[in-house]
């Protein structure tokens, strides 16, 4: 089994997500397109267990908690937030199809770590800190044994990182790098704007 994309749920949770945000009295522009994308990743991938370990002390926390919990309701899911404990909290978590962690918490790694994927795979997203760390770093982050097959980093907000955790066996994007073999070709994205910019190596 894998994460299947509908764009027909992931349009219905957006407008949930949409609606709830605009009857929250917490809802500073910033972070608003954060909210908005992780409504709409939550309802179109499906997610059945939406956890959300949020910064506990950050004003805008309560928006990013507005978000994933009307998607989560419409999908029929379970909607869980970590806001401490995230060791004990996280290990009674099991089978996470959708995980949202603001990069600002002290425990972010912790979280990763304890995170333990649906038999479809799971979903994370990253944000808050406008920083990339990057596959290889979250990678090693994680359990062992984890497998990143998809990774992109979007330009909303601060900048967000997505992640697509693998189950089963198979090749991570890691694995999937030859170290001996060199492209020909440097990649570079735009954090900005999120344009893709191509160098051919002299």
Not at 3 to 17: D, H, K, R
Not at 179 to 185: A, D, G, K, N
Request: glycine share 10%; net charge positive.
């Amino acid at each position: 089994m894998k994460l299947v994309w509908c764009p027909e749920t992931a349009s219905q949770a957006f407008i949930a997500g949409v609606s709830a945000l605009s009857e929250s009295e917490h809802s500073p522009a910033g972070s608003a397109g954060v909210a908005e994308l992780v409504s709409a990743m939550v309802g179109g991938w499906n997610a059945q267990l939406v956890v959300e370990a949020p910064e506990v002390s950050a004003t805008d926390s309560a928006t990013h908690s507005a978000a994933p919990r009307p998607p989560a309701q419409r999908t029929g899911g379970r909607y869980a937030r970590v806001l401490a404990d995230a060791d004990r909290v996280m290990a009674g978590l099991d089978g996470v199809d959708f995980l949202v962690v603001d990069a600002r918490r002290r425990d972010a790694t912790a979280v990763l770590a304890a995170a333990r994927p649906g038999a479809r795979g799971m979903v994370v997203v990253r944000h808050g800190d406008g920083r990339r760390r990057g596959t290889k770093a979250l990678e090693a982050s994680m359990a062992a044994g984890t497998r990143i097959v998809r990774s992109v980093y979007l330009p909303v907000d601060k900048g967000v990182e997505v992640l697509h955790v693998g189950v089963g066996k198979g090749p991570s994007i890691q694995a999937r790098r030859s170290p001996r073999v060199s492209s020909r070709w440097i990649r570079h994205v735009d954090q900005e704007t999120g344009e893709e910019h191509l160098f051919r190596r002299q």
